[in-house]
């Protein structure tokens, strides 16, 4: 599937619920995916990327931006703690703030920089033992935390259980940011987005459904 047919499923999804055409930003996930790929998307006029690890982002990213101009880079992996200021200084935005050891440490990397990217809290809405993220009933709480450090957190996070209802997380996420006064809301993939739009997302994390199947020998 091209790019722009990406983009008119998009632009559907946004119609079908009413909402305004553009409302919804789709970061094309590049995590190992080759730089030919990414290249060709760039060329294509897409600006808005994401990557898993902060090492594959850091080995490309510097260099796309020397070449093409207003490029928004998000981290939507897991962010280790001793990878924290590398992520500060070259993110736009963090979707997977998961833990207070890591708001502590984003605080204080920030305080030293002067800037902070936005800020999503991974929310783990299916209670998963081997998932990352804050607990629905834990989030409001850890919010605040957040806010007293004067963090920029702009919204919330989640990927769904592969084997459970998406829409049923989708509306949990939903009904969360509007209890912590939150508009922003990262959720759905290349298998789901059209669903996620239609229950809010503003942010759609779509990778396959535009580059294709990883390359298996980068995958591995």
Same mark, same amino acid.
């Given at each position: 599937?091209?790019?722009?047919?990406?983009?008119?499923?998009?632009? *559907?999804?946004?119609?079908?619920?009413?909402?305004?055409? =553009?409302?919804?930003?789709?970061?094309? @996930?590049?995590? @190992?995916?080759?730089?030919?790929? %990414?290249?060709?998307?760039?060329?294509? =006029?897409?600006?808005?990327?994401?990557?898993? #690890?902060?090492?594959?982002?850091?080995?490309?990213?510097?260099?796309? #931006?020397?070449?093409? $101009?207003?490029?928004?880079?998000?981290? %939507?992996?897991?962010? *280790?703690?001793?990878?924290?200021?590398?992520?500060?200084?070259?993110?736009?935005? %963090?979707?997977?703030?998961?833990? %207070?050891?890591?708001?502590?440490?984003?605080?204080?990397?920030?305080?030293?920089?002067?800037?902070?990217?936005?800020?999503?809290?991974? @929310?783990?809405?299916?209670?998963?033992? *081997?998932?990352?993220?804050?607990?629905?009933?834990?989030?409001?709480?850890?919010?605040?935390?957040?806010?007293?450090?004067?963090?920029?957190? @702009?919204?919330?996070?989640?990927?769904?259980?592969i084997n459970e209802e998406a829409s049923l997380h989708f509306s949990l996420l939903r009904n969360i940011a509007v209890d912590c006064g939150l508009?922003?809301?990262?959720? =759905?993939?290349?298998?789901?987005?059209?669903?996620?739009?239609?229950?809010?997302?503003?942010?759609?994390?779509?990778?396959?459904?535009?580059? $294709?199947?990883?390359?298996?020998?980068?995958? *591995?």
């Amino acid at each position: 599937m091209s790019l722009n047919e990406i983009k008119n499923l998009v632009s *559907q999804a946004e119609v079908k619920v009413s909402r305004s055409v =553009g409302s919804t930003k789709l970061i094309a @996930v590049s995590k @190992v995916q080759p730089n030919s790929r %990414i290249e060709t998307v760039l060329e294509q =006029g897409h600006r808005v990327f994401g990557e898993n #690890r902060v090492q594959e982002a850091q080995s490309k990213w510097p260099n796309f #931006r020397e070449r093409y $101009g207003g490029i928004e880079l998000h981290i %939507i992996g897991h962010l *280790q703690t001793n990878k924290t200021r590398t992520a500060i200084e070259l993110a736009d935005c %963090i979707h997977t703030l998961d833990r %207070i050891k890591l708001a502590k440490n984003i605080a204080r990397i920030a305080q030293e920089l002067g800037k902070c990217p936005d800020l999503f809290v991974q @929310v783990n809405t299916g209670e998963e033992p *081997q998932k990352s993220g804050i607990f629905p009933r834990d989030t409001q709480t850890f919010i605040k935390e957040c806010l007293s450090m004067d963090l920029p957190i @702009v919204g919330l996070m989640c990927i769904p259980p592969i084997n459970e209802e998406a829409s049923l997380h989708f509306s949990l996420l939903r009904n969360i940011a509007v209890d912590c006064g939150l508009g922003a809301l990262s959720m =759905g993939m290349s298998s789901d987005f059209e669903k996620a739009i239609s229950f809010g997302a503003t942010h759609i994390r779509v990778g396959s459904a535009i580059f $294709g199947e990883r390359v298996k020998s980068q995958a *591995q």
